[in-house]
Nanobody, 130 residues
Framework: QVQLVESGGGLVQAGGSLRLSCVAS????????????MGWFRQAPRKERDFVAA????????YYADSVKGRFTVSRDNAKNTVYLQMNNLKPEDTAVYYC???????????????????WGKGTLVTVSS
């Protein structure tokens, strides 16, 4: 089992920045974390959970939803079992609970919505005021 814990959410004004972190624990030793593609998703009130960003096992390949491209950056530090989401130029429509996910599928499958998501975090709330 792998546990994912997100942090870094909060209240920020439009145009501001936040960096979310997702730390994996459990079966992550011996390079196990690096075997997972990682994704970020978000769910706004009364809406479905949507894809935000994904990174490959190495972090060399990344994918983004069109709505965040150019503003958000996903990265990972496998030595720290951590994936990050740097969010710049935040907009009120970015308000949501943000979840990280670990998948044994490829990052491209997370992007396409066809990945098998093995583990989900419990989420961190991001609120952007206008």
């Amino acid at each position: 089992q792998v546990q994912l814990v997100e942090s870094g959410g909060g209240l920020v004004q439009a145009g501001g920045s936040l960096r979310l972190s997702c730390v994996a624990s459990g079966r992550t030793s011996g390079g196990a974390f690096a075997q997972y593609a990682m994704g970020w998703f978000r769910q706004a009130p009364r809406k479905e959970r949507d894809f935000v960003a994904a990174t490959s096992w190495s972090g060399e390949t990344t994918y983004y939803a069109d709505s965040v491209k150019g503003r958000f950056t996903v990265s990972r530090d496998n030595a720290k079992n951590t994936v990050y989401l740097q969010m710049n130029n935040l907009k009120p429509e970015d308000t949501a609970v943000y979840y990280c996910a670990a998948s044994s599928s490829h990052a491209y499958d997370i992007f396409r919505g066809t990945a098998n998501i093995n583990y989900w975090g419990k989420g961190t709330l991001v609120t952007v005021s206008s």
